[in-house]
């Protein structure tokens, strides 16, 4: 089983745009496998996603306990796809897809949920 497969971050119908930083529209399949074949160490990719229906959003927000700037972390996959966030700040959870890598927004708490509600995670 391949890693995207597995992850889940690949769909059919997602548009590849960029291969590690290198554009790939309008190249054959063929260019694409090769240039993956060809590939070491970490491999970046640039999608548009397909039009799918998109699953229901998660009700579940947190609290951040520690401050996070994605340009500080090494291991962050797209550091222009992270948030920065501080001690406090309310996070809702868009999609637990990744099991490495939450997506979440800043959140706007919607007036029927109280703050004393809100689960504390951290990642051991």
């Given amino acids: 089983t391949h890693i995207i497969h597995r992850q889940g ?3 059919v119908g997602d548009e590849i745009k960029e291969i590690n930083g290198k554009p790939v529209s309008n190249h054959p399949i063929q260019y694409l ?5 060809d590939a070491r160490g970490s491999i ?22 520690f401050n996070y700037d994605p340009k ?3 291991l962050i ?14 996070l809702q ?15 706007i708490l919607p007036k029927n949920i109280d703050e004393t509600m809100i689960i504390i995670i951290y990642h051991c």
């Fill in 72 to 74: 500080d972390d090494d």
């Fill in 9 to 11: 971050t690949l769909h």
């Fill in 33 to 37: 496998q090769q240039m993956l074949r």
């Fill in 77 to 90: 996959p797209c550091a222009q796809a992270g948030i920065k966030f501080s001690i406090g700040d309310i």
């Fill in 93 to 107: 959870i868009i999609s637990k897809d990744d099991h490495n890598w939450w997506q979440a927004k800043k959140a």
């Fill in 44 to 65: 970046t990719f640039k999608i548009i996603p397909s039009y799918r229906s998109q699953p229901p959003p998660c009700d579940i927000y947190v609290k951040a306990l």
